[in-house]
C-alpha cells in the first residue's frame, strides 16, 4: 500500500511538471538536453529536506527552465530541480548528467525508482573531491537504467552567491571520456601557456627589477588561477578537500588578477605623470578593491555581494584604462598598440561575459567561448606590448642584460629546481600524447588523420627540444652539464631527424637536401640525446630563417683507427647573418638583429646551447654566413666506435652492367645536381649528362641518345611537366617518345603523382633522394625487373602471453598508454598507483619484469626499487627486473636509479620500438630485430 501511494505521489508530479524524458530509440544520442523536461523551483534561504519536497508537504513554485544553460545569475538562494527519466529499450541504458557549474557549492540529486527506493549522489565545492558521485571537475551524476525502469529526479542547488548554469545534459560515457581527454589537452596547453607567461616575466622583473613586469606576472598568474577555479580544475587537483581556501579561490582570484592589472596598466600608461585626476581614480579603484578583498577575508555574509561587485569593478577599471588611452591619443603621446589591442579585446570580451552574467543578454552559449579565446588574443597582444617595452629598457639601459645575469646566478638553485619539475609535468602529458598518436595511427588509414597525427609529433618533439634547452640552460651556467656515454647506432639518429625537421621544411615549401655517408652499421659511445638536441636546434633555426630556397643537411664521415670522424654542414638561403655579429650569436639571449625575437621566435639560447655541447664534446663549430644569402654551419665532431657491421651492398649486382646506359639529369638546383651525379658514378660504365631546365633538356635530346631521363618538375623557362609533353609528344624525334622517364621531386602531393602518371612518366620518387630506391627504380628500366634492394621482415615472434608485468605509474594516461603498448606484446600486467601499492602487489603475486615511474605521491619510485632491492617484497623478488621509465630525464637521476639496482632506465615521451626491445633484452637475453633487412651479397 506504501509503495502504492509513493508511485501515485511520484505519477502526480510528473503530470503536474510535464517532466520526464524517454528513452525510446535504440540510436542513442551522444549528448541530449533534458532542460526542456524539467522543472525548476526558488525555495531562497529556507532549508526544505527532501522528504518534504517528495512527499508534498512542502509545495514549491515550480517553473520551465529558462534559456539552453539554464542561467540562474549571482544567487544565494537554494533551488530545486525535478524531472524524470523513462527507459522505454529492452535494454539497460548508462549516461552522465552535467547539472552545475564546476564551482557550484551543493548538488544533491536524489533518484527514486518506481519501487520507491532513494539513491543520493552529491557532488560540489563543498565536499572533499573524492567524496564527488563521479570524479570530475564538473558537477556530474551516473544514470543508469535497467530495461523499463522508470526514476524520479529531484535535485538541490545550493551557492554561496556565484553565478549559476544548470545546463541538465545527458551524456553517453564514451563521449564524457572523449570530451574529457580533449578538455585535458585544450586547457593543459591553454594553462600550460599562461604558466609559461608568468614565469618568464617573472624572471624578467627578478633581472630587470622593473615592476610592470612583476605586476604583468601576478595580474597573468592569478588571471589563470581564477580560470582554473571556475573550470573545477583547482577542487580537482588542489584543493581538493572542503576546505575555505577551495570554496574561495575564485573570488579572491579575481580581486588580485583586477588588482594588478591596473598596477600593471598605470605603470605601463606612465598615469603618475600623466594625469593627476585618473591616476586619483585608480588609487579610488584599489582601495575599493583592497576593501572588498577584506570584506571577503573577515566578513563571510559578503560573499554574496563580492562576485556582483568585483565584475562591476572590472568594468570601472576597464573603463578607466580606456579613458587613459584616449587621453593619450588627443595629447598625441606615445602609446603601445600592441597594449591597445589587447586592451580592446580584454574589454569586449569582460562586457559582454559580464553582460552575460547579469542576465542583460541570453544565455545561448557558455561564457568560456568568450573568455577563453578572449583571454588567449589579450594576452598575445600584452606580451608583445611587454616584449616592446623590453627592446625600449635595453635601448635605454645596455648595461641591464649584465645586472639581470648577475642576478640570475643568485637564483640557480631555485630556477633549476623549477625547470627539473617543469619538464617532468612538460614530459607526462607529452607522453601521453605521442602514446595515443602512435594508437591512433595504427588504428586507422585515414591520411587526415594519419597527417594530423605527423602535425601533433612534430609540434610535441618540438615542445620536447624547447624544454630540453632550457633546461640545459640552467646547467651550463652552473657548469653542471655533462655528457651520457653508451653505445648507439649514430646513422639512426641522422635518419630520426630528417624525418622530424622534414615536416618543418615541406610546411615553409623549402627544398631539403640531405645526404650522408655514414655507414649505417656502426655503432658509437657518446650522448644520442645530447647529438640529437645540438643538430635539431642548428636545423630548426636554419629553417626557422629561411622563407624561400632550400636547407642542406650533409654528413660527411672519416673513419681512422677506432674513431669516427663527422663533419657535419647545416646550410640555408635564408635572412642570414652580418660579419660583426658572427661571434655574438653564440651568446646566451642573442639572436642576429635585435628584431628577430619578434620576427622569428624563440628563446634566444639555442645556439648558446650548441656551442656548450660542442665544446663538451671537445669538437669545433664555425659558422660562415653573408646578409640575405644565407649561411652554412659546420661541425665537427669525433666518437669512439663500438662495433662495424659487415658492410652492406648498395649498389645494383656485379652481373648487371651499366655500360654503353646514358643519363640525362634534367635539374635546375646546383645542390641536387651533385647529389644525383655522385650517386649515379657509383654505377660502373654508366655516363650521365646534365640540363638546367626542360628547354635545354628538349636540346640536348634532339642533339644526343639517353637511355632514361631523371625530370624535375619545378624549373624555370620550362618546367617538368612541359618537357614531358613535349617529349612524348615527339618534339625531340620519334626515337625519342618511349624514353623512359622517372621523375624525381620536392612536389609530395597526389595530384603532382597523379598529373605526371597522365602525361606518361615511367615512375616517380620523391625528394630527398634515398640511393637504393632510385638504383632500384633505374634497374626497373634498364633490366625489367625490379632488385630486391630492400625487404622488410616481420617480427621474431616471441611469446609473452605467460609474462606478467607490473606497471607502477600514478598518471592515469600514462597508464593507459603503457597498457596499450603491451597489449600488443599479449603479455598479462598488473597497475599500481604508487610504490607503496606495488610493494603491497609484488607481496601476494608473482612478476617477471617491474616498469617503474619515480615521481609519485605517497611513496616513490626511488624508495619502491630501494625497498625490493633490500628484499621487503621476499628475497624472490630482490633481483627482479626493474625498468624505470621517467619523465626525469638529468643525468644525477639515472645515475641514481642504476646505483640503487635498476636493470634499465627510459625517458617519457616512450618510444614503443625502444621499450620493446629493452623488454625484449630483459626477457629473452637479447634485443630482436625489430625490422630485418635483407640486402644483396658481394658477388666475386
Given at each position: 500500500?506504501?509503495?502504492?501511494?509513493?508511485?501515485?505521489?511520484?505519477?502526480?508530479?510528473?503530470?503536474?511538471?510535464?517532466?520526464?524524458?524517454?528513452?525510446?530509440?535504440?540510436?542513442?544520442p551522444d549528448e541530449v538536453s533534458i532542460l526542456e523536461t524539467s522543472s525548476i523551483a526558488n525555495v531562497g534561504h529556507a532549508k526544505f529536506s527532501f522528504d518534504d519536497i517528495k512527499s508534498g508537504k512542502v509545495k514549491p513554485d515550480f517553473k520551465s527552465v529558462k534559456g539552453r544553460l539554464g542561467?540562474?545569475?549571482?544567487?544565494?538562494?537554494?533551488?530545486?530541480?525535478?524531472?524524470?527519466?523513462?527507459?522505454?529499450?529492452?535494454?539497460?541504458?548508462?549516461?552522465?548528467?552535467?547539472?552545475?557549474?564546476?564551482?557550484?557549492?551543493?548538488?544533491?540529486?536524489?533518484?527514486?525508482?518506481?519501487?520507491?527506493?532513494?539513491?543520493?549522489?552529491?557532488?560540489?565545492?563543498?565536499?572533499?573531491?573524492?567524496?564527488?558521485?563521479?570524479?570530475?571537475?564538473?558537477?556530474?551524476?551516473?544514470?543508469?537504467?535497467?530495461?523499463?525502469?522508470?526514476?524520479?529526479?529531484?535535485?538541490?542547488?545550493?551557492?554561496?552567491?556565484?553565478?549559476?548554469?544548470?545546463?541538465?545534459?545527458?551524456?553517453?560515457?564514451?563521449k564524457l571520456l572523449e570530451r574529457t581527454y580533449h578538455d585535458q589537452l585544450i586547457m593543459g596547453i591553454f594553462f600550460g601557456i599562461l604558466a609559461v607567461i608568468a614565469i618568464t616575466y617573472l624572471f624578467f622583473y627578478f633581472a630587470l627589477k622593473e615592476t610592470s613586469f612583476l605586476h604583468y606576472?601576478?595580474?597573468?598568474?592569478?588571471?589563470?588561477?581564477?580560470?582554473?577555479?571556475?573550470?573545477?580544475?583547482?577542487?580537482?587537483?588542489?584543493?581538493?578537500?572542503?576546505?575555505?581556501?577551495?570554496?574561495?579561490?575564485?573570488?579572491?582570484?579575481?580581486?588580485?588578477?583586477?588588482?594588478?592589472?591596473?598596477?600593471?596598466?598605470?605603470?605601463?600608461?606612465?598615469?603618475?605623470?600623466?594625469?593627476?585626476?585618473?591616476?586619483?581614480?585608480?588609487?579610488?579603484?584599489?582601495?575599493?578593491?583592497?576593501?572588498?578583498?577584506?570584506?571577503?577575508?573577515?566578513?563571510?555574509?559578503?560573499?554574496?555581494?563580492?562576485?556582483?561587485?568585483?565584475?562591476?569593478?572590472?568594468?570601472?577599471?576597464?573603463?578607466?584604462?580606456?579613458?587613459?588611452?584616449?587621453?593619450?591619443?588627443?595629447?598625441?603621446?606615445?602609446?603601445?598598440?600592441?597594449?591597445?589591442?589587447?586592451?580592446?579585446?580584454?574589454?569586449?570580451?569582460?562586457?559582454?561575459?559580464?553582460?552575460?552574467?547579469?542576465?542583460?543578454?541570453?544565455?545561448?552559449?557558455?561564457?568560456?567561448?568568450?573568455?577563453?579565446?578572449?583571454?588567449?588574443?589579450?594576452?598575445?597582444?600584452?606580451?608583445?606590448?611587454?616584449?616592446?617595452?623590453?627592446?625600449?629598457?635595453?635601448?635605454?639601459?645596455?648595461?641591464?642584460?649584465?645586472?639581470?645575469?648577475?642576478?640570475?646566478?643568485?637564483?640557480?638553485?631555485?630556477?633549476?629546481?623549477?625547470?627539473?619539475?617543469?619538464?617532468?609535468?612538460?614530459?607526462?602529458?607529452?607522453?601521453?600524447?605521442?602514446?595515443?598518436?602512435?594508437?591512433?595511427?595504427?588504428?586507422?588509414?585515414?591520411?587526415?588523420?594519419?597527417?594530423?597525427?605527423?602535425?601533433?609529433?612534430?609540434?610535441?618533439?618540438?615542445?620536447?627540444?624547447?624544454?630540453?634547452?632550457?633546461?640545459?640552460?640552467?646547467?651550463?651556467?652552473?657548469?653542471?652539464?655533462?655528457?651520457?656515454?653508451?653505445?648507439?647506432?649514430?646513422?639512426?639518429?641522422?635518419?630520426?631527424?630528417?624525418?622530424?625537421?622534414?615536416?618543418?621544411?615541406?610546411?615553409?615549401?623549402?627544398?631539403?637536401?640531405?645526404?650522408?655517408?655514414?655507414?649505417?652499421?656502426?655503432?658509437?659511445?657518446?650522448?644520442?640525446?645530447?647529438?640529437?638536441?645540438?643538430?635539431?636546434?642548428?636545423?630548426?633555426?636554419?629553417?626557422?630563417?629561411?622563407?624561400?630556397?632550400?636547407?642542406?643537411?650533409?654528413?660527411?664521415?672519416?673513419?681512422?683507427?677506432?674513431?669516427?670522424?663527422?663533419r657535419i654542414s647545416i646550410s640555408d638561403t635564408g635572412v642570414g647573418i652580418a660579419k660583426e655579429k658572427l661571434e655574438s650569436v653564440f651568446g646566451l639571449f642573442s639572436q642576429s638583429r635585435l628584431d628577430n625575437k619578434r620576427k622569428f621566435g624563440g628563446f634566444g639560447i639555442g645556439l648558446s646551447?650548441?656551442?656548450?655541447?660542442?665544446?663538451?664534446?671537445?669538437?669545433?663549430?664555425?659558422?660562415?654566413?653573408?646578409?640575405?644569402?644565407?649561411?652554412?654551419?659546420?661541425?665537427?665532431?669525433?666518437?669512439?666506435?663500438?662495433?662495424?657491421?659487415?658492410?652492406?651492398?648498395?649498389?645494383?649486382?656485379?652481373?648487371?652492367?651499366?655500360?654503353?646506359?646514358?643519363?640525362?639529369?634534367?635539374?635546375?638546383?646546383?645542390?641536387?645536381?651533385?647529389?644525383?651525379?655522385?650517386?649515379?658514378?657509383?654505377?660502373?660504365?654508366?655516363?650521365?649528362?646534365?640540363?638546367?631546365?626542360?628547354?635545354?633538356?628538349?636540346?640536348?635530346?634532339?642533339?644526343?641518345?639517353?637511355?632514361?631521363?631523371?625530370?624535375?618538375?619545378?624549373?624555370?623557362?620550362?618546367?617538368?611537366?612541359?618537357?614531358?609533353?613535349?617529349?612524348?609528344?615527339?618534339?625531340?624525334?620519334?626515337?625519342?617518345?618511349?624514353?623512359?622517364?622517372?621523375?624525381?621531386?620536392?612536389?609530395?602531393?597526389?595530384?603532382?603523382?597523379?598529373?605526371?602518371?597522365?602525361?606518361?612518366?615511367?615512375?616517380?620518387?620523391?625528394?630527398?633522394?634515398?640511393?637504393?630506391?632510385?638504383?632500384?627504380?633505374?634497374?626497373?628500366?634498364?633490366?625489367?625487373?625490379?632488385?630486391?634492394?630492400?625487404?622488410?621482415?616481420?617480427?621474431?615472434?616471441?611469446?609473452?602471453?605467460?609474462?606478467?608485468?607490473?606497471?607502477?605509474?600514478?598518471?592515469?594516461?600514462?597508464?593507459?598508454?603503457?597498457?596499450?603498448?603491451?597489449?600488443?606484446?599479449?603479455?598479462?600486467?598488473?597497475?599500481?598507483?604508487?610504490?607503496?601499492?606495488?610493494?603491497?602487489?609484488?607481496?601476494?603475486?608473482?612478476?617477471?619484469?617491474?616498469?617503474?615511474?619515480?615521481?609519485?605521491?605517497?611513496?616513490?619510485?626511488?624508495?619502491?626499487?630501494?625497498?625490493?632491492?633490500?628484499?621487503?617484497?621476499?628475497?624472490?623478488?630482490?633481483?627482479?627486473?626493474?625498468?624505470?621509465?621517467?619523465?626525469?630525464?638529468?643525468?644525477?637521476?639515472?645515475?641514481?636509479?642504476?646505483?640503487?639496482?635498476?636493470?634499465?632506465?627510459?625517458?617519457?615521451?616512450?618510444?614503443?620500438?625502444?621499450?620493446?626491445?629493452?623488454?625484449?633484452?630483459?626477457?629473452?637475453?637479447?634485443?630482436?630485430?625489430?625490422?630485418?633487412?635483407?640486402?644483396?651479397?658481394?658477388?666475386?
Amino acid at each position: 500500500m506504501k509503495n502504492l501511494l509513493l508511485s501515485a505521489v511520484l505519477f502526480l508530479c510528473c503530470s503536474v511538471a510535464n517532466a520526464q524524458f524517454v528513452f525510446s530509440s535504440k540510436n542513442l544520442p551522444d549528448e541530449v538536453s533534458i532542460l526542456e523536461t524539467s522543472s525548476i523551483a526558488n525555495v531562497g534561504h529556507a532549508k526544505f529536506s527532501f522528504d518534504d519536497i517528495k512527499s508534498g508537504k512542502v509545495k514549491p513554485d515550480f517553473k520551465s527552465v529558462k534559456g539552453r544553460l539554464g542561467n540562474l545569475g549571482f544567487t544565494k538562494d537554494t533551488y530545486w530541480v525535478k524531472f524524470s527519466l523513462e527507459n522505454k529499450l529492452a535494454e539497460p541504458v548508462k549516461y552522465y548528467l552535467e547539472t552545475a557549474e564546476p564551482v557550484t557549492d551543493n548538488v544533491d540529486l536524489y533518484l527514486v525508482s518506481s519501487t520507491g527506493r532513494t539513491y543520493l549522489q552529491r557532488s560540489g565545492d563543498n565536499l572533499a573531491f573524492s567524496n564527488r558521485a563521479v570524479a570530475d571537475r564538473k558537477s556530474v551524476f551516473d544514470i543508469s537504467l535497467d530495461k523499463g525502469e522508470t526514476v524520479q529526479a529531484f535535485m538541490e542547488v545550493k551557492n554561496d552567491g556565484e553565478k549559476n548554469n544548470l545546463p541538465l545534459k545527458l551524456i553517453k560515457p564514451s563521449k564524457l571520456l572523449e570530451r574529457t581527454y580533449h578538455d585535458q589537452l585544450i586547457m593543459g596547453i591553454f594553462f600550460g601557456i599562461l604558466a609559461v607567461i608568468a614565469i618568464t616575466y617573472l624572471f624578467f622583473y627578478f633581472a630587470l627589477k622593473e615592476t610592470s613586469f612583476l605586476h604583468y606576472s601576478l595580474y597573468v598568474m592569478f588571471m589563470a588561477l581564477c580560470q582554473f577555479a571556475l573550470d573545477g580544475f583547482f577542487h580537482q587537483y588542489f584543493g581538493t578537500g572542503d576546505s575555505w581556501i577551495s570554496r574561495h579561490t575564485v573570488i579572491i582570484s579575481a580581486i588580485l588578477s583586477c588588482y594588478f592589472f591596473g598596477r600593471y596598466s598605470v605603470t605601463v600608461l606612465d598615469i603618475k605623470n600623466q594625469n593627476n585626476i585618473l591616476h586619483r581614480s585608480y588609487q579610488a579603484l584599489f582601495i575599493a578593491l583592497t576593501v572588498l578583498l577584506a570584506a571577503v577575508l573577515f566578513i563571510p555574509p559578503f560573499l554574496e555581494y563580492a562576485y556582483p561587485i568585483i565584475n562591476i569593478l572590472t568594468i570601472i577599471g576597464i573603463l578607466l584604462i580606456f579613458a587613459t588611452v584616449v587621453t593619450k591619443f588627443v595629447r598625441k603621446q606615445e602609446i603601445d598598440m600592441y597594449y591597445v589591442g589587447g586592451i580592446v579585446i580584454l574589454f569586449l570580451c569582460i562586457a559582454l561575459a559580464v553582460s552575460m552574467n547579469f542576465g542583460v543578454f541570453p544565455d545561448d552559449f557558455a561564457t568560456d567561448n568568450i573568455t577563453k579565446p578572449g583571454i588567449a588574443l589579450e594576452i598575445i597582444a600584452l606580451s608583445l606590448s611587454m616584449a616592446n617595452r623590453i627592446k625600449l629598457l635595453k635601448t635605454k639601459k645596455e648595461e641591464l642584460q649584465a645586472v639581470a645575469l648577475q642576478k640570475s646566478e643568485e637564483m640557480n638553485d631555485i630556477k633549476s629546481y623549477f625547470l627539473s619539475n617543469m619538464s617532468h609535468e612538460l614530459r607526462t602529458p607529452l607522453n601521453a600524447i605521442l602514446g595515443l598518436v602512435s594508437s591512433m595511427e595504427t588504428e586507422t588509414d585515414a591520411e587526415k588523420i594519419k597527417a594530423n597525427c605527423d602535425t601533433i609529433r612534430y609540434a610535441s618533439h618540438g615542445l620536447i627540444s624547447s624544454v630540453n634547452d632550457i633546461l640545459d640552460f640552467s646547467r651550463i651556467e652552473k657548469g653542471e652539464l655533462r655528457l651520457d656515454h653508451s653505445e648507439f647506432k649514430i646513422q639512426e639518429i641522422f635518419e630520426k631527424l630528417r624525418g622530424t625537421v622534414r615536416k618543418q621544411i615541406d610546411d615553409k615549401g623549402l627544398t631539403f637536401n640531405f645526404t650522408s655517408d655514414v655507414d649505417p652499421g656502426i655503432s658509437v659511445f657518446g650522448d644520442a640525446t645530447r647529438l640529437e638536441q645540438m643538430l635539431y636546434n642548428l636545423l630548426g633555426n636554419a629553417c626557422k630563417f629561411t622563407a624561400e630556397g632550400e636547407v642542406g643537411f650533409r654528413i660527411d664521415a672519416k673513419v681512422t683507427e677506432k674513431k669516427l670522424g663527422l663533419r657535419i654542414s647545416i646550410s640555408d638561403t635564408g635572412v642570414g647573418i652580418a660579419k660583426e655579429k658572427l661571434e655574438s650569436v653564440f651568446g646566451l639571449f642573442s639572436q642576429s638583429r635585435l628584431d628577430n625575437k619578434r620576427k622569428f621566435g624563440g628563446f634566444g639560447i639555442g645556439l648558446s646551447i650548441v656551442k656548450s655541447l660542442v665544446d663538451l664534446h671537445q669538437g669545433t663549430i664555425s659558422l660562415e654566413s653573408e646578409l640575405d644569402k644565407g649561411t652554412v654551419c659546420t661541425v665537427n665532431l669525433e666518437y669512439e666506435i663500438a662495433a662495424i657491421a659487415a658492410k652492406p651492398v648498395e649498389v645494383a649486382p656485379a652481373e648487371k652492367s651499366y655500360a654503353g646506359k646514358n643519363v640525362l639529369i634534367v635539374e635546375d638546383n646546383a645542390m641536387n645536381q651533385m647529389v644525383i651525379k655522385m650517386m649515379l658514378k657509383g654505377l660502373p660504365g654508366l655516363t650521365f649528362a646534365v640540363a638546367n631546365d626542360g628547354s635545354e633538356c628538349l636540346e640536348k635530346m634532339s642533339q644526343e641518345r639517353f637511355d632514361l631521363v631523371l625530370m624535375d618538375l619545378q624549373m624555370p623557362v620550362m618546367d617538368g611537366y612541359e618537357a614531358t609533353e613535349a617529349i612524348r609528344a615527339g618534339k625531340t624525334g620519334d626515337s625519342n617518345t618511349n624514353v623512359p622517364i622517372i621523375v624525381i621531386t620536392a612536389d609530395t602531393t597526389l595530384e603532382s603523382k597523379d598529373r605526371v602518371f597522365q602525361l606518361g612518366v615511367n615512375d616517380y620518387t620523391t625528394k630527398p633522394i634515398d640511393k637504393k630506391t632510385l638504383y632500384a627504380k633505374m634497374d626497373a628500366v634498364f633490366f625489367g625487373e625490379k632488385p630486391v634492394v630492400e625487404e622488410k621482415l616481420e617480427p621474431v615472434v616471441k611469446n609473452y602471453s605467460e609474462k606478467n608485468f607490473l606497471i607502477v605509474e600514478d598518471n592515469v594516461m600514462n597508464q593507459m598508454v603503457i597498457k596499450m603498448m603491451l597489449k600488443s606484446l599479449g603479455v598479462q600486467f598488473q597497475v599500481a598507483a604508487d610504490g607503496a601499492e606495488c610493494l603491497e602487489l609484488m607481496k601476494q603475486q608473482t612478476f617477471d619484469l617491474v616498469l617503474m615511474d619515480l615521481q609519485m605521491p605517497v611513496m616513490d619510485g626511488y624508495e619502491a626499487t630501494e625497498a625490493i632491492r633490500a628484499g621487503e617484497t621476499g628475497t624472490e623478488n630482490s633481483k627482479i627486473p626493474i625498468v624505470v621509465v621517467t619523465a626525469d630525464t638529468t643525468l644525477e637521476s639515472k645515475d641514481r636509479v642504476f646505483e640503487l639496482g635498476v636493470d634499465d632506465y627510459l625517458t617519457k615521451p616512450i618510444d614503443k620500438k625502444l621499450l620493446y626491445s629493452k623488454i625484449d633484452k630483459i626477457i629473452f637475453g637479447e634485443v630482436p630485430q625489430i625490422e630485418l633487412v635483407t640486402r644483396l651479397q658481394e658477388t666475386a
